[in-house]
């Protein structure tokens, strides 16, 4: 796609994203390296508070002490650790009166999808929903978990200057 659009001779019409509906502002630093010009919508955003235990709507967990393994799922990769912490998480965002049907877990693997969701399972978590972030395209949540999963010594898959988080969104 990207050759098609770059190409000189492409006769193909080209718009960019200039308006976004679904997130706050705090979260268009993720988006302004790849979007330059990229507006909030805040009429329809201005109602998403962060959730009460936390002071912002988006932020890093540094899970880096937990490492990946390999999935029994083709060639996919799972992080134990960091599935746990998540775990934890979820259960502290339920306990505060949050309802399961608001929140997403999202993950890079299927592994890790695979991984999670058993362990929302065995929890009583059904109505959590979980799936990897390409299954969610165009969907929305009022919590939104991000599992990257990739952490090894080596550091692979990531920039050996970031440390390797799971985020956590809450869009209102």
């Known amino acids: 796609m ?4 770059l190409n000189p001779d492409s006769r193909y019409p080209q718009a960019s994203l200039s308006t976004q509906n679904r997130m706050r502002d705090e979260f268009l630093c993720l988006l302004l390296p790849h979007y330059p010009d990229l507006k909030t919508n805040l009429d329809r955003v201005r109602d998403n508070v962060p959730l009460g235990m936390v002071k912002k709507s988006m932020y ?6 937990h490492l990946e393994s390999e999935s029994n799922i083709g060639r996919s990769v799972m992080n134990l650790g960091e599935a746990s912490e ?14 399961q049907g608001r929140i997403t877990v999202l993950a890079m ?3 890790q999808v695979a991984l999670i969701k058993g362990k929302l399972k065995q929890a009583g978590h059904q109505e959590i929903r979980c799936c990897t972030v390409d299954r969610y395209q165009g969907d929305e949540n009022q919590i939104v978990i991000v ?6 010594t080596s550091h692979e898959a990531f920039n050996k200057k970031m440390f390797k988080p ?3 969104f809450h869009t209102g």
């Not at 990207?2 to 659009?5: A, I, M």
């Not at 599992?147 to 090894?152: A, E, G, Q, T």
């Open 86 to 99: 998540i775990l934890k998480f979820v259960a502290h965002i339920l306990q505060e009166g949050y309802e």
């Open 2 to 5: 990207e050759r098609l659009l």
């Open 60 to 65: 890093f967990v540094a899970t880096r002490q």
């Open 147 to 152: 599992s990257l999963v990739r952490s090894n």
């Open 166 to 168: 799971f985020l956590v």
């Open 109 to 111: 693997y299927d592994g």
